[in-house]
């Protein structure tokens, strides 16, 4: 094929039981001018013999790039290297997306006039769910603290990731980004971030086009280990960045930002924990009334009637995710020494605000 305007790379690890389905979908809506890239990430199952496969039988425009194992970040950087076209997008091969999501790729590419079109996606608890009947809004001109303000405080209302960027090449290039390696919990956000903060250029589109499946058993939101807690240095090393970069966003950046990313960290801990004394050390060892304090204003009604009945009682707060909270959860409980080790890695706040 002749150079494609739009190149979405697609990481994969042992994900041989969603391949089939992800090329099924992508094959509807195939686009000459949108190829994937996928960059298999030393499987150990038949992920890249189907891939393989699917090069040589499939109508669909890809290209699959083998290497060994080296975590989701380094496949995404891989992907960026390989990347030949004007924009590159990123997709997981367990997620889904609306029936037109290439189509509209390739409207707004070909419309151009931006170096990042953010959009947004729908959280998905099924993975048979489907997105709902597209929205129809068009893509509108932004500046990078609106977009920025819009990650950071408007998730309850659109969500959003680095799924949900369109970038130019030659800006990716230009700001050296690359995904942060040995990291395998929120170096989306920290990519994203950083994406948003150096764009000059940025398209709004207000349309959910991407869909992300958190409940089946390979998500890494089914599991909880210290890596989680310790990757929350990532948005806290942001800090410093965005007090040179984006002044402007920076005191919000500060006090939300990582604030807000433990207060999942708090209820998963409290999900997992093997008794609820384990659960009380681990909220006290991470300052997590301080965190739980800085959250004070932030624009979500969820967000603060769990920070609340936290900062009221961690004993009624503790049952209320032992009890209804399992329903929505695949997480299984830890061992006492898990938890000490995510509680020892975690950042410290500082001073309550």
């Known amino acids: 094929m002749n150079r494609p305007l739009i190149d979405v790379i697609v990481p994969v690890y042992n994900g041989a039981e969603h391949i089939p389905g992800f090329l099924d979908r992508m094959e509807k809506q195939a ?39 080296g975590g989701v970040s380094a496949a995404r950087n891989a992907g960026i290297e390989a990347a030949e076209a004007e924009y590159i997008a990123f997709f997981d091969v367990d997620d889904t997306c609306t029936d037109d999501y290439t189509a509209t790729l390739r409207a707004e590419a070909e419309k151009g006039g931006f170096e990042v079109l953010a959009f ?27 977009m920025l303000k819009a990650t950071l405080l408007e998730e309850h ?69 210290p890596e989680r807690v310790r990757c929350l240095a990532l948005h806290r090393n942001l800090e410093k960045f965005f007090d040179e970069k984006v002044p402007e966003f920076a005191p919000l950046f500060r006090q939300y930002a990582v604030a807000r990313i433990f207060w999942s960290v708090l209820w998963q801990a409290a999900l997992v924990a093997p008794s609820r004394e384990d659960f009380y050390r681990f909220a006290g060892r991470t300052k997590a009334t301080v965190y739980m304090r800085r959250l004070k204003g932030y624009p979500d009604r969820k967000v603060q009637i769990l920070r609340r ?24 409980k830890v061992s006492a020494e898990t938890l000490e080790e995510a509680a020892r890695l975690c950042p410290d706040p500082g001073e309550a605000s």
Request: proline fraction near 5%; include cysteine; charged fraction near 35%.
């Open 31 to 69: 686009e000459d001018t949108v190829r994937f890239l996928f960059v298999d990430d030393g499987s150990t199952d038949e992920s890249l013999a189907l891939l393989r496969e699917a090069r040589e039988t499939r109508r669909l425009p890809m290209e699959v790039l083998p290497r060994a194992h």
């Open 120 to 146: 947004f996606r729908k959280i998905l608890f099924d993975p048979k769910e489907r997105l709902p009947v597209p929205e129809k809004a068009p893509s509108r001109e932004t500046d990078r603290l609106e």
């Open 309 to 332: 009945l936290f900062l009221i009682s961690k004993r009624l707060y503790c049952r209320m995710a032992r009890g209804p909270g399992k329903r929505y959860t695949l997480l299984g």
């Open 157 to 225: 209302r659109w969500s959003t990731g680095i799924y949900c960027l369109l970038l130019r090449r030659d800006f990716i290039s230009r700001e050296g980004l690359r995904f942060a390696e040995g990291y395998p919990y929120y170096e989306d956000g920290h990519f994203q971030y950083r994406a948003l903060a150096g764009a000059e250029r940025i398209r709004r589109l207000d349309r959910r086009l991407y869909g992300y499946i958190v409940k089946h058993e390979g998500s890494a939101m089914a599991k909880f280990t």
